[in-house]
């Protein structure tokens, strides 16, 4: 068996001065998390993919006569098999105490945690929020990935908790992939850019569903000179967010609270509209009309980059599967609708040119304060994502 590398400790996570405080005990549970999750995607996983193809995979084609040839099929086919209730129970439990973990953390501190993000945020012109914002209902309507309250609940006046408990516990929940700020997709979209578009120098950049702002910051830093809006409908995330880039020395970034469906700025407005792991929380009522905003904002010659996960086109039926756990287990109402449209055809019907559209994956920059050299052993803990990216040029 080959030596498995662990996940990097939770106290190596990257701090500013409205992150959480914390001690011994955090540490251990955050610690104990990442290392669950990691024993269930690196050594339960493939034990359960040994059922499918040894048990269940075998009696489906005895009963059928043909093998699953749907991520439906192998679901209804799985969920009786043993190996997999114990992995699938574990990974909720897992994003479960996740929660609790995060939440312990931050609401224990929330007094001296909101009048901190309060010094940093008052009297910015770079955090407007406007409570007439409506929270859309794909947002409201359940504690999305196991979160209590989502992503807009306050619990206080002027709350950051959702914020804090966000960025508290991405870290374990990812194994340190993302990098020490969590920011791993941004930065990735940015060495993108500079290394495939050197000549793209974007004046303003809009990003929608920052959520805290981890993937905009490293655009914000990666284009000095651009003037970079961040909107999101939750306002505990944005006030956090304002909060952490503020601290972290970013000024030319501007976080509002607003739809990303409806935006008052003109036609052409913008030169780079992104956005990170954001359309698979959007909804099939939301998603065509946002993408025709994006339309409307960009102007010629700009570009909407979008990082996802893969689609589930041509993709094998097991894979697809175990890919859509989220839906099924982990409060992804949109997931997997989401996964099998038809980015093409959806981004040609928002007013894009369909020779303009493009399907790439962007490999993850690696964070080395995190992942030293020496602890690399090349597999598992791949040290960074590998991003699925979709858009167009107008
Ligand atoms: C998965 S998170 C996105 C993560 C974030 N982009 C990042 O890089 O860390 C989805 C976010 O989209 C926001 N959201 C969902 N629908 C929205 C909409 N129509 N307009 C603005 N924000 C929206 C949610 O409040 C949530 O913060």
Request: glycine share 8%; net charge negative.
């Amino acid at each position: 068996m080959s030596q498995q590398a662990l996940p990097p400790s939770w106290q190596h996570v990257g701090r500013h001065d409205v992150f959480p405080s914390s001690g011994h005990d955090d540490t251990a549970r955050f610690d104990f998390l990442a290392n669950l999750n990691g024993y269930l995607a690196t050594r339960l996983s493939p034990k359960v993919r040994v059922a499918y193809d040894k048990r269940v995979k075998p009696a489906f084609e005895a009963a059928q006569g043909r093998a699953p040839e749907t991520r439906h099929e192998v679901r209804k086919a799985m969920v009786g098999d043993p190996i997999y209730q114990t992995w699938s129970a574990l990974r909720r439990s897992s994003m479960e105490m996740r929660q609790q973990a995060g939440r312990g953390l931050v609401l224990r501190q929330l007094a001296p945690l909101v009048e901190k993000a309060r010094e940093l945020n008052e009297g910015s012109p770079n955090l407007q929020l406007d409570p007439s914002v409506k929270v859309p209902r794909h947002v409201s309507a359940v504690d999305i990935h196991c979160m209590p309250g989502g992503y807009h609940t306050e619990l206080v006046k002027d709350d950051i908790s959702a914020g804090a408990n966000y960025d508290a516990g991405i870290f374990a929940t990812t194994g340190g992939m993302l990098g020490r700020f969590n920011d791993g997709g941004g930065q990735a979209l940015a060495q993108w850019l500079k290394q495939e578009h050197p000549d793209f120098k974007p004046r303003r950049i809009l990003d929608l569903g920052c959520t805290v702002g981890h993937n905009v910051v490293p655009l914000a830093q990666a284009f000095p000179d651009a003037e970079v809006i961040a909107v999101d409908v939750s306002a505990p995330m944005l006030r956090y967010g304002h909060a952490r880039a503020r601290s972290m020395g970013v000024d030319n970034l501007l976080f509002r609270q607003a739809d990303a469906e409806s935006l008052d700025y003109p036609d052409g407005h913008f030169d780079l509209i992104s956005t990170a792991m954001f359309w698979h929380e959007s909804s099939a009522r939301s998603m065509p009309r946002t993408l025709q905003e994006v339309h409307r904002l960009l102007a010629d010659g700009g570009l909407s980059a979008n990082l996802e996960q893969p689609q589930y086109h041509g993709m094998d039926p097991y894979e697809a599967f175990v890919r859509d756990w989220d839906a099924y287990n982990n409060n992804e109402p949109f997931w997997s609708v989401m996964h099998e449209y038809d980015l093409r055809a959806m981004m040609a019907a928002a007013g894009f040119d369909d020779s303009r559209y493009f399907e790439t994956t962007v490999a993850g920059v690696v964070d080395r304060s995190i992942f030293p050299e020496a602890s690399n052993d090349g597999e598992d803990y791949g040290r960074a994502a590998l991003w699925t990216m979709f858009g167009a040029w107008k």
